[in-house]
């Protein structure tokens, strides 16, 4: 794997780079598990999430709001494990690709109700919100439902990058079969913690969290001070996007 990975440090450029392909890698998986792991004394279907919002709305913030960055921080994860597939198998990279981020951009469109629900329990209430819930649910609502056109790539993506991760000697074959684990995590709109998930998650972090670290090894690193500018770069533009965004 280590040789495979000094092909793709050698190039000049390549997106999204060496630091934010591996620290994503690292942090996404963890992000999500933890995520998981703070609601899992709820039962993982919708209901049981309303009634949690309502009974620990701070945990259920902060359960949920750390999963929905750890989705974010899959995209560039999948383009750095794409671009290592795509040196030796480039189809399995371009097709595991396309269908991975689909699939995130369908768990983004679902974290979006989520919000939306939880503040409907804290501004509307339970009773409302769940109704609402149940009214408007994917499988219940009669309309067309455009992202279910790429639902399916939630799933069939893991496969296809994992797959395509052991064929070009990215991942070896436990890896990657931890990796296409991820494609049995659940799909859809406040969605809990199960075992399922629990297990996709871990797969997931058994796959990306080493390939994260050997990225961020392979290659020279910065002194101390340059570090310490990065950090606080990232806090103060952070900062900036935060307080923008809160009031946009």
Known sequence: MNEHIKEQSN??????????????LIFGPLLILIGELLRIEYYFYYPSQLVAFKEQPTLMAISYGLF??????????????????????????LWGGILGIFGLLCRM????VDNLA????????????????RASYPYNYQGFYVVATILFSGMVGWFVLAIGAYLSGTLSLPYSIALGIMGIHSLGVLKGTSWDTLVAVLGLCVAFVPLGFKIIRDGSMPNLKTILK??????????????VGQNA
């Open 230 to 243: 990065w950090i606080i770069l990232l806090f103060v533009l952070g900062t900036v996007f935060f307080f």
């Open 118 to 133: 939880y503040w409907l329990v804290h501004f509307q209430g339970l009773e409302l919100a769940t109704e609402v819930i």
């Open 68 to 93: 929905t960055a750890g989705v974010i921080l899959l995209v560039p994860s999948i383009l750095a494990l794409v671009r290592l597939i795509g040196i030796k198998k480039p189809s399995w990279a």
């Open 109 to 112: 469109y679902h974290a979006g």
């Open 11 to 24: 190039d000049k450029f390549w997106f999204p780079g060496r630091w934010m392909g591996g620290f994503s």
